[in-house]
Structures are given as structure tokens and as C-alpha cells.
């Protein structure tokens, strides 16, 4: 049971992390302001409240409907990912390194779940990259660690499955 929980490490690094950063901003940097400025405003930290998802998708929605899309649904999620990490019916399915990337996801997840339930549905984002006009954007919306988790998890996860996961051999 112990080399099941290991993955969670990751998780556990990912929540402090982030919640630690964005407790950095929220205390330093006042809301809609640039605290930060590198590599002649390439990079920029930033404070802004995110009361949607990704890029803003469902900033409109009446608060039950995002409670139950951006909480409840979520809760779901990382509760289905970690019963994938642990189960041993689901033993063989994922490979190590694949629960080390649900594991990300879940960390990633958990963080902003922090935010939508303690910060009145919003998240704190702070990293902000500038996009030099590419894809009619100034800026990349702004994320912050958990986003970049998740992002980077599902990605390796997505190569893996694809390029080195053989299932049934």
C-alpha cells in the first residue's frame, strides 16, 4: 500500500507550492496590478482572481451552475483520478510514471479547488508570459502553478499513453 501512496508526494508538493506562491501574492501585489516585471516585461508577475475556468470559459454562469462545474464536478474528478492511483482492481493499467502524472493533475486540481472554495470562486493567478502578438494575444492569460501542473501532467500523460503504454502485453 505504501508504494501506491508514493505518487501523492507530487500531489502534496504541487498544493503547497501553489498555495504558498499565490499566498505570496495575495499578500504582497494588490488585485489587477503588476508586482513584477522581467526580461523587458516577457515575463510579468501579476495579481488576478479567475472566477472561471481556463481562458475565462464560463465567467457568466449564474453560481450554482459554477459550483456544481467548477466544485463539485472537479471534487469528482480528483477523487476518480486518485481511486485510479490506489485501486487495486486498477492495477496494470497505469504505469508508474502515469500515476506520477495523475498524481500532478490531482496536486494541480486540489489547488484550485483551495481557491474556488476559500476565496469566494476565484482563482488566484499571477504568471503572465508575453505572446508577442502570436495567436492575436499580447499576453497568455495568466496562470499560476497548479494551472501549469495540470498542463504539463496531461501532456505527459497524453505522450505516454499514446507512444509508451501497451496495454494487454
Known amino acids: 500500500m505504501r508504494e501506491r501512496l508514493k505518487p501523492f508526494i507530487l500531489s502534496l508538493a504541487v498544493i503547497i507550492a501553489d498555495?504558498?506562491?499565490?499566498?505570496?501574492?495575495?499578500?504582497?501585489?494588490?488585485?489587477?496590478?503588476t508586482g513584477y516585471s522581467f526580461l523587458g516585461g516577457f515575463?510579468?508577475?501579476?495579481?488576478?482572481?479567475?472566477?472561471a475556468v481556463a481562458?475565462?470559459?464560463?465567467?457568466?454562469?449564474?453560481?450554482?451552475?459554477?459550483?456544481?462545474?467548477?466544485?463539485?464536478?472537479?471534487?469528482?474528478?480528483?477523487?476518480?483520478?486518485?481511486?485510479?492511483?490506489i485501486s487495486e482492481k486498477r492495477k496494470g493499467e497505469f504505469t508508474?510514471?502515469?500515476?506520477?502524472?495523475?498524481?500532478?493533475?490531482?496536486g494541480g486540481g486540489v489547488g484550485n479547488l483551495i481557491d474556488r472554495v476559500?476565496?469566494?470562486?476565484?482563482?488566484?493567478?499571477?504568471?503572465?508570459?508575453?505572446?508577442?502578438?502570436?495567436?492575436?494575444?499580447?499576453y497568455f492569460p495568466t496562470w499560476n502553478i497548479a494551472d501549469a501542473s495540470v498542463v504539463i501532467c496531461v501532456i505527459l500523460l497524453m505522450l505516454s499513453l499514446v507512444f509508451c503504454h501497451r496495454r494487454g502485453q
Open 19 to 33: 498555495q504558498m506562491t499565490k499566498l505570496w501574492i495575495v499578500k504582497t501585489i494588490p488585485e489587477n496590478e
Open 55 to 85: 481562458f475565462s470559459l464560463g465567467s457568466s454562469l449564474d453560481v450554482p451552475l459554477k459550483i456544481v462545474l467548477f466544485i463539485i464536478l472537479p471534487l469528482a474528478l480528483v477523487s476518480f483520478l486518485a481511486y485510479c492511483i
Open 118 to 138: 476559500l476565496r469566494s470562486m476565484r482563482v488566484v493567478d499571477w504568471i503572465s508570459v508575453k505572446m508577442y502578438g502570436f495567436l492575436s494575444m499580447e
Open 96 to 106: 508508474v510514471f502515469e500515476k506520477w502524472c495523475l498524481a500532478g493533475i490531482i
Open 43 to 51: 515575463l510579468r508577475i501579476i495579481h488576478v482572481r479567475n472566477d
